[in-house]
């Protein structure tokens, strides 16, 4: 079995936060409460999963073997031993137009995710669930009509899509021999190939209500209720290599220091959308908020077939290391997937509607870690955690008029190692701040429309076995 020395700290203040946060919002699905998640599947979310969400979402080049990067299948292989992955996040949405503003706070889960791997081995088992995309939206128009009067219009949105997945991945190590000295030696892992593969299988419900109240009492008010319950099996394909640029050892065999870099990139083949729909209107009675069924004008049912397109993403990073422990990553990764090519065809035209259409979605990060060099008793918890910053440009899959939904987000944080497992597990600890819009040609925000500051407190753990923990390792003696 795994073995876990929790430290009192973790025990008393991060568990009871996971547990009693989970049990709160497992099942509210709609954790982006943008009124623009009313289009397509809802709002893209972001990879909360958060290693890689503190440095801006960088995904593709990372071969970090502590943590978990779930959107990258050949990222397993380089993982030490058996990983459990998760975290929780807290969303501040602060929304304006015009002289109207309103916030809204949600909360969720981020990524479940597990890697299965014997230590020292090359091939490595994943699995787990993502958080895809969100509806969420509430919205309200009050308005004078001559005939009818007063008229509340409302518009609510709910759910939500996630994507489970099934993995597995394989390194492919080189080793070499370097001089040390004039007559000594040392063979060393200069560079490394990981491949991977997912099987992904997308799946959610998504609501949308429209409710029309009269407050003229002698006339009916209508709700319109829609249901969309979607479902797609795909797979998604990961490269990573890395090389070592330059290494230098003392006459002892110390390491001193070390050049390296790693690329890496990943494919989204396009997927087939199944989509269950039903539509109901029906004629109601609103009192105090209370909405009273009198009779159904409509039902309507169908099954619609669309498609979510291909993607792909890649990246590059550096990294410098010293023998004090001190280790610098520069990281960059990009993402396209373009969902326009839809806008000439009748497949996925029943998730636009109005002035809305598809447009290439996008994504650019930019990220930086760093661990400082560790003191001479290694006990100090500042040195022995890692700090990570990052920036991403995001453009969604909505355009709307003459603009597309864009935005930017600034993200931090650190991972400091869980004190008194004896393992090397880790919490991570993030915040991540930004804006969206509709973006004009120009790359300005287009006038008197919708503007949202978005603040997010992501909170996560790492989780491995005991050191002495040999999962997966025979015995040596019976």
């Given at each position: 079995?795994?073995?876990?020395?929790?430290?009192?700290?973790?025990?008393?203040?991060?568990?009871?936060?996971?547990?009693?946060?989970?049990?709160?919002?497992?099942?509210?699905?709609?954790?982006?409460?943008?009124?623009?998640?009313?289009?397509?599947?809802?709002?893209?979310?972001?990879?909360?999963?958060?290693?890689?969400?503190?440095?801006?979402?960088?995904?593709?080049?990372?071969?970090?073997?502590?943590?978990?990067?779930?959107?990258?299948?050949?990222?397993?292989?380089?993982?030490?031993?058996?990983?459990?992955?998760?975290?929780?996040?807290?969303?501040?949405?602060?929304?304006?137009?015009?002289?109207?503003?309103?916030?809204?706070?949600?909360?969720?889960?981020?990524?479940?995710?597990?890697?299965?791997?014997?230590?020292?081995?090359?091939?490595?088992?994943?699995?787990?669930?993502?958080?895809?995309?969100?509806?969420?939206?509430?919205?309200?128009?009050?308005?004078?009509?001559?005939?009818?009067?007063?008229?509340?219009?409302?518009?609510?949105?709910?759910?939500?899509?996630?994507?489970?997945?099934?993995?597995?991945?394989?390194?492919?190590?080189?080793?070499?021999?370097?001089?040390?000295?004039?007559?000594?030696?040392?063979q060393i892992h200069n560079n490394s190939i990981n491949i991977g593969a997912q099987v992904n299988y997308l799946f959610g419900e998504l609501t949308q209500q429209e409710i029309?109240?009269?407050?003229?009492?002698?006339?009916?008010?209508?709700?319109?209720?829609?249901?969309?319950?979607?479902?797609?099996?795909?797979?998604?394909?990961?490269?990573?290599?890395?090389?070592?640029?330059?290494?230098?050892?003392?006459?002892?065999?110390?390491?001193?220091?070390?050049?390296?870099?790693?690329?890496?990139?990943?494919?989204?083949?396009?997927?087939?959308?199944?989509?269950?729909?039903?539509?109901?209107?029906?004629?109601?009675?609103?009192?105090?908020?209370?909405?009273?069924?009198?009779?159904?004008?409509?039902?309507?049912?169908?099954?619609?077939?669309?498609?979510?397109?291909?993607k792909w993403t890649a990246g590059a990073a550096l990294a410098i290391e010293s023998g004090n422990g001190k280790k610098i990553v520069l990281a960059f990764d990009m993402m396209?997937?373009?969902?326009?090519?839809?806008?000439?065809?009748?497949?996925n035209s029943y998730l636009v509607e109005g002035n809305a259409s598809w447009a290439k979605a996008s994504r650019m990060s930019a990220g930086i870690s760093y661990k400082p060099?560790?003191?001479?008793?290694?006990?100090?918890?500042?040195?022995?955690?890692?700090?990570?910053?990052?920036?991403?440009?995001?453009?969604?899959?909505?355009?709307?008029?003459?603009?597309?939904?864009?935005?930017?987000?600034?993200?931090?944080?650190?991972?400091?190692?869980?004190?008194?497992?004896?393992?090397?597990?880790?919490?991570?600890?993030?915040?991540?701040?930004?804006?969206?819009?509709?973006?004009?040609?120009?790359?300005?925000?287009?006038?008197?429309?919708?503007?949202?500051?978005?603040?997010?407190?992501?909170?996560?753990?790492?989780?491995?076995?005991?050191?002495?923990?040999?999962?997966?390792?025979?015995?040596?003696?019976?």
């Amino acid at each position: 079995m795994l073995y876990y020395n929790l430290s009192k700290a973790f025990r008393t203040i991060v568990l009871p936060a996971l547990c009693l946060l989970s049990t709160s919002v497992i099942n509210a699905q709609e954790s982006d409460p943008s009124p623009w998640s009313r289009f397509g599947l809802g709002i893209n979310l972001p990879n909360y999963s958060s290693p890689q969400q503190l440095m801006g979402g960088v995904i593709s080049p990372l071969m970090e073997n502590n943590v978990i990067n779930p959107d990258q299948p050949a990222s397993a292989a380089s993982c030490k031993t058996t990983l459990f992955q998760s975290s929780i996040y807290n969303n501040s949405n602060f929304m304006t137009e015009g002289d109207s503003s309103t916030t809204s706070v949600t909360g969720n889960l981020g990524a479940l995710s597990m890697v299965i791997k014997k230590p020292t081995g090359k091939t490595a088992l994943m699995f787990g669930i993502i958080p895809n995309s969100s509806k969420g939206y509430n919205l309200y128009r009050e308005f004078e009509n001559e005939d009818s009067g007063n008229i509340i219009e409302r518009y609510q949105g709910a759910g939500g899509t996630a994507r489970g997945y099934f993995g597995l991945a394989r390194a492919f190590k080189g080793k070499k021999w370097i001089k040390i000295g004039e007559s000594d030696s040392l063979q060393i892992h200069n560079n490394s190939i990981n491949i991977g593969a997912q099987v992904n299988y997308l799946f959610g419900e998504l609501t949308q209500q429209e409710i029309m109240d009269f407050e003229d009492v002698g006339i009916y008010d209508h709700k319109t209720s829609t249901t969309l319950r979607h479902r797609a099996l795909g797979g998604l394909f990961g490269l990573q290599a890395h090389q070592l640029l330059g290494n230098k050892y003392d006459a002892d065999k110390n390491f001193l220091r070390s050049t390296t870099l790693y690329v890496g990139g990943t494919f989204a083949t396009a997927a087939n959308l199944n989509s269950d729909f039903e539509e109901m209107i029906e004629t109601v009675i609103i009192n105090n908020g209370l909405v009273s069924h009198i009779d159904t004008a409509f039902y309507d049912s169908n099954e619609f077939i669309g498609q979510t397109p291909s993607k792909w993403t890649a990246g590059a990073a550096l990294a410098i290391e010293s023998g004090n422990g001190k280790k610098i990553v520069l990281a960059f990764d990009m993402m396209q997937q373009d969902w326009s090519k839809y806008n000439d065809q009748e497949l996925n035209s029943y998730l636009v509607e109005g002035n809305a259409s598809w447009a290439k979605a996008s994504r650019m990060s930019a990220g930086i870690s760093y661990k400082p060099a560790t003191t001479m008793s290694g006990k100090s918890m500042m040195t022995r955690s890692v700090y990570r910053a990052g920036f991403a440009l995001d453009k969604y899959p909505l355009s709307f008029n003459d603009g597309q939904l864009s935005g930017w987000r600034a993200t931090g944080g650190f991972s400091m190692p869980l004190e008194g497992s004896r393992s090397n597990s880790s919490v991570h600890f993030g915040i991540e701040f930004g804006k969206r819009g509709l973006v004009g040609t120009d790359g300005t925000l287009l006038d008197n429309t919708l503007e949202e500051s978005i603040l997010n407190f992501q909170i996560g753990v790492s989780l491995s076995p005991f050191f002495k923990n040999l999962w997966l390792t025979p015995k040596l003696y019976d």
